[in-house]
């Protein structure tokens, strides 16, 4: 008799066609997955970050020496054009190079001295880290999670997006050249999965999704007060004020609304434009999104690849049926398009009762608004629930002194909402608990102790 396993097909956005399979993880199996991740967890967690580092850091050349192949099945799985995926996999193995070292640095020991007192400040593991990560960023996003919780010294249970199950599975393969067996392993499926994985013997939950997950997850995670680190859904807001620089703000607005078809977390979802210049506004932005041109990842020339699923597509579909329908305009797309094709669409006269401006909508949508004082901007901005990024474009010192009112982890002036180097991945409100990225961000993957000896 043969048994046969059964497998999670990855299909292509574009055509509906099977990309690959891998087998689906019985969610019964995961305990035990987890108990072998505890088990290697001993050794690898014995050595330092920074011998974790140098055995992690071939794998960012591994990476880049098989990058044109990894770009073709991050694209042909997740949609994103074919230059978009190549960008994806060579920024994640160049920052796997890079961060290796920073995360090494920032978990290493620390002497801290008092009256008659030594305290050694430590950054020690926290066992096994579970990380359940998004489809949006489907490689970087595994990296995001996975490797700062490695390089402090943690086994690593990560659950893909049963979207995107193919370049996850290929990342961890690259890694797993390097590691030692059971560090780093990946289960697949989907919620009965991820919910397996939260209940199991894990010590710190790394997630990035949705809201309504993210607070079934801190539930779950309650039950054996095991840590979290959740990211969770924005609507983030750019206010453009009279006096901007309205080239530099449209084309910031087009390429922030619509870049991954709009599937970013801190995607630019709500725009509020200074009365006076929303026309000019309107305008530059409707040329500005002429660039971004819908088509398949493949071919010479898309900017924009269709949208993940066929739900996602269906929901900003909705969003934007119904915005119209409450008399917002349409300037630009909208439509009736075949598969999960959305063109960039921009819409004004929007108002705060339609869905497009309370919901995520994760799409290549700007919905315009207007205002006529900036106070009224900077409330209508923390009109929401969520908190991520906001940006601000206008002159100084109004933008800035707009920009510190406005309730969000991460704010732009003048330009999006990356910070120098050392900067966190933070959010505010509901978009979020605990965060990534900076040193802070990576000792959130550490037990803090302190051992305090006489001097
Ligand atoms: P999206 O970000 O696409 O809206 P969700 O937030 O619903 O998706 O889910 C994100 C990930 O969380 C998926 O991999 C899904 O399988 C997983 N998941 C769904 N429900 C749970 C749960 N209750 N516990 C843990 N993981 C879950």
Request: hydrophobic fraction near 45%; charged fraction near 20%; include cysteine.
């Amino acid at each position: 008799m043969t048994v046969t396993t059964p497998t999670l097909i990855s299909y292509s956005p574009a055509t509906g066609e099977p990309v690959g399979e891998v087998p689906i993880t019985a969610p019964a199996k995961i305990p035990a997955i987890v108990a072998g991740a505890r088990e290697a967890q001993k050794a690898w967690g014995a050595i330092t970050g920074h011998q974790r580092a140098d055995i992690l850091r071939p794998a960012g050349q591994a990476i880049l020496d098989n990058k044109d192949e990894l770009a073709r099945l991050l694209s042909a799985e997740q949609g994103k054009p074919l230059a978009d995926g190549l960008s994806e996999v060579t920024h994640t193995g160049e920052k796997l190079m890079e961060e290796v070292d920073e995360i090494a640095e920032a978990v290493a020991p620390r002497e801290l001295t008092g009256e008659g007192m030594v305290t050694t400040l430590r950054y020690d593991p926290l066992g096994v880290v579970a990380a359940i990560t998004p489809w949006n960023f489907p490689m970087l996003m595994p990296q995001w999670m996975a490797l700062p919780a490695l390089v402090a010294g943690n086994a690593v249970v990560l659950k893909p997006s049963e979207q995107t199950p193919l370049i996850a599975q290929a990342y961890a393969d690259i890694l797993n050249r390097f590691l030692p067996p059971h560090v780093l392993q990946v289960v697949h499926g989907a919620d009965d999965q991820g919910r397996a994985l939260v209940a199991s013997d894990v010590n710190l939950i790394a997630f990035t999704g949705s809201k309504a997950t993210g607070q079934k997850i801190m539930a779950a995670a309650a039950e054996g007060l095991k840590r979290v680190i959740l990211e969770l859904g924005s609507k983030d807001p750019l206010i453009v004020l009279e006096g901007a620089d309205l080239d530099a703000a449209a084309e910031f607005a087009a390429r922030n609304s619509f870049r991954n078809c709009g599937q970013v977390c801190v995607s630019t979802e709500r725009i509020y434009v200074q009365g006076t210049i929303a026309e000019a506004f309107t305008e530059k932005l409707a040329q500005a999104a002429k660039a971004y041109r819908s088509g398949d990842p493949f071919a010479e020339g898309s900017v924009l690849g269709p949208m993940v699923m066929r739900e996602q597509k269906e929901h900003v579909a909705r969003q934007i049926e119904d915005a119209v329908a409450q008399g917002a305009k349409l300037v630009l797309g909208g439509g009736d398009h075949p598969g999960n094709a959305m063109p960039a669409t921009i819409l004004r006269g929007v108002t705060h009762e339609m869905d497009i401006m309370k919901t995520e909508t994760f799409g290549p949508v700007a919905p315009i608004m207007t205002f006529e004082h900036p106070d009224e901007a900077v409330s209508l901005a923390n009109d929401s629930e969520y908190g991520l990024g906001a940006v601000v474009f206008g002159p100084e010192p109004l933008a800035r002194d707009v920009a510190a009112r406005i309730d969000a982890g991460m704010i732009g002036v003048n330009r999006g909402i990356h910070g120098a180097k050392g900067s966190p991945w933070v959010g505010a409100r509901h978009s979020g608990i605990g965060y990534h990225m900076g040193p802070d961000g990576h000792r959130q993957f550490c037990q803090v102790r302190t051992i305090t000896r006489n001097a």
